[in-house]
Each structure stands twice: as C-alpha cells, then as structure tokens.
C-alpha cells in the first residue's frame, strides 16, 4: 500500500505548467503568477486550497489561500518581486471544521437540538490550539468552556454562529492530511527590460557622415543623442567580428567580391581572428568598451549579435576540425540548401565527438562579451543549432550573470520557434512581420497572449529587419510605415526597427524578394543621419507615451475593440489606472471610419456620463459620453489614434 | 553538462497520454492505438520516427514507423492483441542519409558534379553494413563498389537515384543519437466484456411469479431465459446481503419500517453477516453459485453491487470500531446531508488510524466473492470513498483475478466521475440519462468520443435505474422508452436498463421526484414476466444487431448526420466494411420528416449510384442513390430506423 490512505483530496491540472513541469514560465518583477488547479475530494466535505511559493534564496514555502471559481477549479495568486527562480506548487485539504459548521448552520436553522454538535465543534477546536497564536489561543480555550458548558447552551450556540468561530476555522486549518500536488513548478524571473524594450538596430560600419567613408565605434558615438532622443533603450549592431576573406560575397549577394567589398559581417572569421575580435575598421576593443559606456549614459543598452557559424578563415576551422564536416574529398562542408550553395559560410557540426568542447567555447564567447558590459545578445538563426546546447548554455550564462537577455532571431516553422523559448530565449522574433489584415493581427495577438504561449514566449515585434524588407512596406507609402510601427510598439512591449532605413522609409527591395536592394548586409552605405520627418516624430512621441503608460509595458493586457470595419483596428489595454485605447487605420490610401466600442464596463463609466480621451500623437482631447464614438481618418491624416483615457 | 550533446531531436507532446502519463489508458483486444508526438530537430536535416510498444510479458521493444502528417506532427499506430499492461514510448532522430539522398536528387537536377556526392553516400551505406540482413549486406557491398569506382559515374548516379538505395535508408537508420521521449506510457488491455457489453439489472427479491412471495436465487434462474431471449449479456443484482433491523427504511423510504417491511438491500449487515454473507430470504452460497453457473450457460455474467456502507448491525461496527466515526456522546455518526439523516446508514470513515487493515478488509470482499466464480462489479456511489482506496483495490484485485470489470456508479461532478475513471474503473455511468435534445446529445457524444475522455472513461448508457425514473419517461408514452432504449444501445457500446420496470414501461414516480413509485428499493415487487410488447421486440432486435454488427460494438467510431431537423438525430458509425446509420425521431408525439445527410464519402459510393439500406428493426428495405434521403415517421411508426447500409 504505497498511497497513504489518509490523503483524500485530488489535486491536478495546475496552471501555468509547461509540458508537465518540463520548461519554466517567464516573468519579471512585479508580474503576479494566477495559479489555477482542481482541487476536489470523495464525498461532500468541504475542501480548500493554497498556492505555495518560495524564491530559490527562501527556505520555506510562503502560502496564498485559492479561491473555488466553478467546477472544481480554484484560483489564488502571488507576485515576483525578484530575479531569479521561484518554485510554486498547490496544496489542498479537507476542511472538517468547515463542513462541521455548514451542517451546524442548517441543523440549526431546522431547530434541531445542538448539543452534540456542540461538543464536536469544541474538539475541533481544542485540536487548532497548537498552530494558534496566544491571544487567540485564549480566545479558543474560552469558547470551548462555553460550548462544554451545558447550563450556556443559547450562548454557545450563539457563539458557533458568531464571526469568531468562522475566523478560527479560516485561520488555522488542519494541513496533516493535505494532498499537495506532485510536481514542483518554476518560474524564472528576468529583470523589466525583458519584459519592456525598444530596440534600434543599425550597422556600425554605416555610421559615418561621410560618403564612401567606413564606420566607426567613434562614428557611432555621435549617432548615440539621435537614437536616444527617439526613445529607444536597447541598441542592437550586427557582428562587429573580422570578416572572412574565401568566398567573400559582393555587393547584393553576388558571388565573387570586388576589389575593396567590405564582405558580410554573418562570414565571422580571419587571419585577426574570430568571435571575441573586432573587425579593425570598427574599432578596438576599448573603442567598444567606450561606446558601451557612452551609450549607458545616453540610457541605451548595446545588445550584440551572436552568429554561430565561421568563415573558411575562421581560427577554428585550423584548431578544431572537428567542430566542422568533412567531405571524402578532403574539403570542409560549407551551408547549403540543395541545390543552392553558401561557399561563404561553414556551420558548425554540432554532432561532433568533441561536442562537449564546443559547447564550452561558444558559450565562452558570451562569457567573454559579458565581462566587456554586454548582457543583451540577439542570436543568430538559434533553430539551426542544437536545442540541447542553447538549453545550457542559456542557463549557464545567466547563472554566471544574471539578468543577461535572449533574442531568438528564429523566423521558422512554429513549434521551432515555441521550443526556444521553452528552452531559455528571453525574448522571440514572430510573425508580425507578415500579419497585416485586421483577422491576422487579431488571431495572432490572442494566440500570443491567450494560450499557454503568453507564459514562455516573449515576443519582440519588429516592422522590418536587415534580413527582411516586407512587401507590405515596399510601396514606401508613409502611412504603412506609421501604422506598422505603431502597431509593433503598442501591440507588444517588446519591439524593434532596423533603422535608418525605417524611419527614412527606404524601401527599395532586391527584386522579387522580401530582401533590401544594396543591403547593408553586403555593402557599407551612407545615410543622412540628420533627416527629420513625421514618422520619427510619431516614434518619438509612441517610445515616450511607452515610457509614461503602464498599459503599453506589458503585452498581455491586450482586448481588441468591435469596429465593424476591417480596415479599422482598435484595442485597449489597462494596467491598474492607466487606460489606452489604440484605433489604427490599416488601409494605408483612403477615408475609412467607424465607432468604436469603448469597455465603459473596464472604466467604470455609464453610458451617458462625460469622460475625455487624450490623443498622445497629436495632443487633441475629445470628450464622449457613450460606448459607441466615431473615429474617421483622412487619406492624409496620422493613420492612428493613440488615446489615454481619462477617468 | 548533463545532456547528450549528440541529440538533436525533440519529441515531445505525445499523445493518448493522460495527465503526463499519471494514468494509464485503456483498449480491448484487437483495438488501435494510434501515437501522435511532435518531432523535429534544429535545422534542415530530414527527421523520422517510430512508435517503441511491448506487452508486460514481452522483453524487447517492438517498433512501427510513423509518418509526418503536418506541422510536425508524426502518427503511428499499434495493436494491442493480449490482455494487461503493454507500455509505449516515441523515438525521434536525424536522418542524415536521407537527407543526403534528397540533396543528391535536387543537385543531380541542378546538373552538378556529383563525385563528392557519391563518395558521401558510400560512406552512409557502409555505414549500415553492422544492421544489415546477409542479403542486403551484398547489395550494399556492391553498391558501395561502384559508387567508389569513378569509371562507373553513370552507373553509380542511376544507382542511387533507383529504389535499392532509397530502400536500404529507409531499412536501416542509424538510431545511436535517437531521442527517445521522456515517458513511457501505460494502456490497460481489459477483456472484449469492458469495451461491450448489455446489462439487464433487477430486484432478485422480486423474481416470484407468485405475488407476496419474496424471490428467491431459484426464482432468478427460472427468468435466465427470457433475460437471455432478449439478448442481455450482464444480469446485474443490487445488494443480495443481510439486510439490517436497526433504522430500517419502510416502504417508500418511510422512516420507520412496518412489520414485515424487508428493508433496503443497500443497508448492508444483520445479526447474520455482512458483505460476505447472502439474505437467508435468496437462498444460500450453493444457491448464489448454482445461479452463477445457470447464468453462464445461458450467456449472462452476473455483476454484484458493492457498496462500501453499513446498516448499524454490520459486524463490522463492533468489530472495528475504528473505521467509523464516534460522536462525543458516544454515538456512532450515520450518514447525513444536513439538515436530513439517514440513521439506517453508517460510513465508512477512510480517515482513520486502522486504515490499512479497512483497505485489506474490503478488498477480501472482492477476492472472495471473485472466488465464488464474480468477475464484474457495479460499485455503489464510488465517489464517496476515498480515491486512493480505489485506485489501489482496483489494481490488486484485477492482478490476482485478470478481467475484473469495476462499473463505477457515479452520478456527479465531471472531474469527480472522469477521475475514478482514470483511477480504474472499466466503465462509468454517464449523464445520457438526463441528455433529451439534439443538441445535448450530440455534445456529450462528442465529449465522450472526441476528447480526451475516449483514452479512458468507457460510457455505459442507461435511460433508467432503480435509483433513476427520469423525467424523459415519466410520461409512460412508448415512443420515448423505444428511442431512449434504442439511442442506449446505438450510441454507447456498453449500455442497461432496470428491469422488468423498463421493457413493461412501468413509470409511475414518487410525487415531485426522478424515483420509482413504490420503488424495489424499499419493498418486494411483483411483475408480469411473460408479458410480450413492441418494446420487448425491440430489445431482441437491437441486441442481436449489436451481436451481428461489429459497427455497434464501439463507442468511438461514431459521426453525426446533418438532418436540419432538431427532432432528427442521425448518426453514422463504421467498423470495417460494417456501416449502420441509426435516424432516431426524438419528438414522441408528431410526425417529423427529414432529409439524412449520408456519407457517401465513407461508404466510397458516387452520388447517383444505387446502394441499399437494409432497417434492421422492419426489414425493410430502401434503394437510396443520392448523398440526401428522406425519411418520414409517422406518430405511430417506430420512431427509429436502425439501417445496415449494404456497399
């Protein structure tokens, strides 16, 4: 008989739980974790339940009393206050007192006699004086006497009917025999900026004012003010290594470089070295260490690219053959998708006897960028190297220096993409991308943050990248740039923009691809780092409203609006007081309008009653008074109502 | 670094599993599994995968391919052939020869050298060489030859591009870096009686043609016949124990028993025994055996009532004090639901000290009645005991006594009856009896069939017991018992009826209540048992088209019919090339008409194409040609037309 016959209560199916306990969820602090179970014995006893919680730095469990929402199902709560792992779990039990007292109340009630109900309400009170405080130890030490006392039977009676007795009851349950669930659930807590970040990638190598002229650590110190003025925190550079010289690639992809083709920064490796060098036009080490600082100060954080694959000249391909294939013929195996080949590139053979050796220099490379300040990588196509390692090697790195962050540039079938998130990646690239249609964007954010995907995968929404230059903005229609980047950063916390090229909407794609034509990516290029245009303006403006409104910190508070028109996308988010209310114009070339449904039931307004919604971009009030309230928008006006609602 | 750094497979969310595996799931012999898991690995290397699966009594995993169905998905499925245990597991892993294969194909269509290529590919056959038949040792030995020889390019190309290459990857993978899903799961392979069977349940004591008398096990064997006729397979009996004096009910559970009132079987234990001991009034143990043996040559199984709870003259109150509850005054507690009492019953309290030897003790119930010839329980409101208690009884007396049917009676919350199903029961008792509309039962067919539930609870279907004379039938019109009776035994492959109540349509019910008037619980009852009806003529035909059509011996093979009609239920269900629509009128009073939606699709017939329904309860039958019938039933007709649909 392995069971013990005394525990009577079923607790099961508790959420959030990730494939069985498997995987960890995700929150940062000041998130609170709702933990629901069924909780149910035999029989008709009443049952309760608590969550129990503990930081990995707590030895003991804290306890949160659950409440039975229907069915058997029951909810209670806790917040994370700090980083790290806390364990959670659920605890239920049958509460005899209880059922004692309910059956009192209607025997009562049925004017039957009490009295040896009152003799079993005094033992189960007398067995609660060892978990009692002292004063209310006395408290039950008096009640008792009175429910013994045949000559006070009115009194006691009374007195089981009272508030006391039911306190009593709530607060000092019997525990011995309660059923606590059998697996023991994590959560990891990362700090805010996992959670709540705006992310501005540019290529170093592009920063220089002057025309033909190389990019430099020092050239970007000087773009630092702009990027901050606009708001961003997080500032995202391609690889920064020495580029490989065999099979370097030209200008738009092609194959054979030209005489003075700066190369791809992705063909990591040279005679100077591979991922903990620096490409000598940029810089050296202290000039990267200078522009780390710097731009600490300007309030941006530099988050590096991770890319896990080596150029022919890479050091490793010399030092560690065996962390490459190797054909019969004697050559090293370079990328390829049949029949296209990438003589460029050479993956890494992850399924390598010397595995355990690659393991540890990769995850060296990060080690080694966290001890220069970094504690943001954007990594590289993780879903072509082994989950195995990215489990560990995540785990390892943030051991040795918490708080470092994740981005999973995975843009891949998606039970890939959900399994590196499961597996550590903080935060997720995602199909925002490609979701233009109001039906899209709706199903897609209501998956992200309906399903059992809003516990483990951050997304970061991103309008474009250096690697995609989308149909949808290859029109270069000012409005398609408004709206795609006010969606991505009010729909998710976590967004980005491969600049300047969004915010000078250049557009030009390679043709009959989702590609930038003259990508930086293969050649050095010049901007005018000084434009000014109504879309920065509208960046500006969305990055500060980010920082003020709580709403907008958090991607999980999301409800969409009813419009009855599908070129007109509205949603509201809320946190504690804080109340915005988003209507986008999703047709980039007409008039469109609607009335949108305002949640006067979340504001706690009547129909009829005045309240004021403020317009962030453009600094209008206007003042409504239903539910209902007309929206138009010009072909020429700002695509997008950004309201606070005041209440 | 503790995982294998060579895996690079996931497999995960592999179904039928129940709760992470906690629970096993349950087939009969000759039953599919079908095995679905989510596998891929990082990358663009080919994966496959196989369904790992053994008997307990086999040593050695047997393995069946599975194949990719879409997003990753994988599917394969196994026999369970023997009763008990088998366990089954998934296998992933990365097929680098067929990945080589396909690349070899899209670069030989691209029209490169392949000399590289075909030294790669003799690497992978040599490779198989240690798992290859003797045969196909000498295939690849040849092949390797001329794919070494560069003298015979042509050849060697053609060679890998024909069928003993492709052949030969698919016959030997290379499993070493294989990941093999974190659990193995259980199914429990109960004999064919769990997954179909026909209960007919009634009152022993009531079994005397001669009115007055009290019914005797002789009485019962003089009714196997007609019970037989009529096609039941399980003969059910409600308590045949010493009844107690103390409290005894009278008739109509009036409180206080008139002389010569026989109390209710359900109030177990007298000065003359308990569980284990027979009412003197039925006859003896030589009698109860002799019955058991009379039965079996008829083809009935008999099934006993257990039910855990004592009159308070058990034996069991002074033997074993500690297994129920004592009042402060000294008084034993019964059985309450405040305010009301029911003082003839005491529980059993599973909290207490003694509780090992409580477990063991109403176990031996079990053994012993399994050694008097028993192998089929129905068990007395199983969801007021304790959990533990059956999940462990249930295991040990099914090891000692292989195919114990345990049939819970649990009419109450869903997760309380899902529950006891998991923990073991062969079959549950379900909400059909109070599921009257279309809508209603399509729903709870669909719970039953389609969701998780099909892995483990085996509905068995009753429109009455002698606890239950529901509202649907009060009315006493014929109609309504035809098609309650016969959407039973259709829908649900295990199915019973109280009789003789139900086939002589005896309805009349407790004021106010779903009870039986004058109910067999509370006093002997005298029937007509050679009376001959329209319900009786259903009954034999429905229960010989069950034994004749493997179609009706599933529950989970079953699909609705689209009849635009909510007073026409139709519904389709397939085993083979046996196929039987049942269109089952629900209205009892009017005619209705409508069109049946057929599934041309499922029967492989075009529409204009003659097939006939052959109406297995007329014998009748129609020549239909299109994918929509009409059907018609008068207020008079049967309401039910059970077709064999001959393709």
């Not at 199916?13 to 969820?25: L, N, Q």
């Not at 700066?262 to 490409?279: E, F, M, N, R, T």
């Amino acid at each position: 008989m392995t069971k013990h016959g005394l525990q009577r209560v079923i607790v099961e199916h508790v959420t959030p739980e990730i494939d069985a306990g498997r995987f960890y969820i995700k929150k940062i602090p000041g998130e609170t974790i709702g933990v629901e179970a069924d909780i149910f014995t035999d029989g008709h006893d009443h049952v309760r339940g608590q969550v129990l919680y503990k930081h990995e730095s707590d030895k003991n469990w804290l306890r949160v009393p659950m409440h039975l929402m229907s069915n058997d199902r029951w909810q209670g709560s806790f917040n994370v206050e700090k980083t790290g792992f806390y364990s959670y779990t659920v605890t239920g039990w049958v509460d005899h007192p209880l059922t004692w007292h309910e059956g009192f109340v209607k025997k009562y009630q049925d004017t039957q006699h009490m009295g040896v109900e009152l003799l079993i309400g005094a033992e189960f009170l007398e067995a609660m004086l060892p978990r009692a405080s002292k004063p209310d130890q006395k408290t039950i030490n008096k009640i008792v006497a009175t429910l013994r006392d045949e000559n006070k039977y009115d009194l006691a009676v009374n007195l089981v009917l009272g508030k006391d007795v039911h306190h009593l009851i709530d607060q000092y349950p019997n525990l011995e025999n309660a059923t606590t669930y059998l697996r023991e659930l994590k959560v990891y807590v990362d700090r805010e900026k996992a959670g709540f970040s705006s992310w501005y990638c540019f290529f170093p190598r592009s920063a220089s004012t002057v025309e033909g002229k190389h990019g430099t650590f020092k050239d970007c110190e000087a773009l630092l003010p702009r990027i901050a003025e606009m708001g961003f925190d997080v500032l995202y550079f391609p690889p920064i290594h020495p580029i490989g010289q065999t099979f370097r690639k030209g200008k738009n992809n092609t194959v054979n470089a030209l005489p003075g083709d700066d190369g791809v920064p992705y063909a990591i490796g040279s005679k100077d070295g591979g991922h903990k060098d620096i490409l000598k036009d940029l810089g050296t080490l202290d000039d990267f260490k200078h522009l780390i600082k710097e731009a600490a100060a300007h309030g941006l954080e530099i988050a590096m690219d991770f890319a896990i694959q080596c150029s022919p000249d890479h050091p490793y391909v010399k030092k560690h053959p065996k962390w490459f294939k190797w054909r019969p013929d004697g050559t090293v195996q370079y990328a390829e998708n049949p029949p296209k080949k990438y003589q460029d590139i050479l993956p890494v053979n992850f399924e390598n006897d010397d595995w355990e050796n690659l393991w540890k220099e990769l995850k060296s490379i990060l080690d080694y960028w966290c001890e220069q300040g970094i504690r943001i990588f954007r990594v590289d196509n993780p879903h072509t190297k082994s989950f195995n390692f990215w489990e560990w090697c995540i785990a390892e790195v943030q051991k040795k220096y918490p708080g470092t962050i994740f981005l999973s540039e995975a843009f891949t079938k998606p039970k890939v993409m959900k399994e590196l998130a499961k597996l550590g990646y903080t935060q997720s690239y995602t199909y925002y991308t490609w979701r233009n249609s109001k039906h899209e964007l709706i199903e897609y954010m209501n998956e992200l943050t309906q399903s059992e995907m809003k516990d483990y995968y951050r997304p970061n929404f991103w309008p474009n990248t250096h690697d995609i230059n989308p149909y949808s903005l290859q029109n270069g229609n000012e409005i398609s740039f408004i709206t795609r980047y006010v969606m991505a950063a009010t729909l998710s916390s976590n967004y980005g923009i491969f600049g300047p090229v969004y915010e000078l909407m250049y557009h030009d794609a390679y043709p009959g691809k989702e590609e930038y034509l003259n990508s930086e990516k293969y050649e050095v290029r010049h901007w005018d780092w000084s434009a000014k245009n109504r879309l920065i303006d509208v960046i500006t403006k969305v990055n500060a409203a980010r920082k003020a409104n709580a709403a907008l910190q958090t991607t999980y508070n999301i409800s969409f609006c009813e419009t009855y028109n599908d070129n007109i996308l509205a949603y509201y988010k809320r946190t504690g007081d804080n109340h915005i209310l988003c209507v986008v114009k999703l047709d980039p070339y007409s008039k469109q309008f609607a009335h949108v449904q305002t949640p006067l039931w979340e504001l706690g307004i009547e129909a009829g009653q005045d309240f004021s919604v403020y317009d962030i971009l453009t600094g209008n009030t206007y003042t409504w008074n239903q539910e209902w309230n007309y929206v138009q928008f010009e072909p020429w006006d700002l695509p997008v109502h950004l309201f606070r609602i005041e209440v």
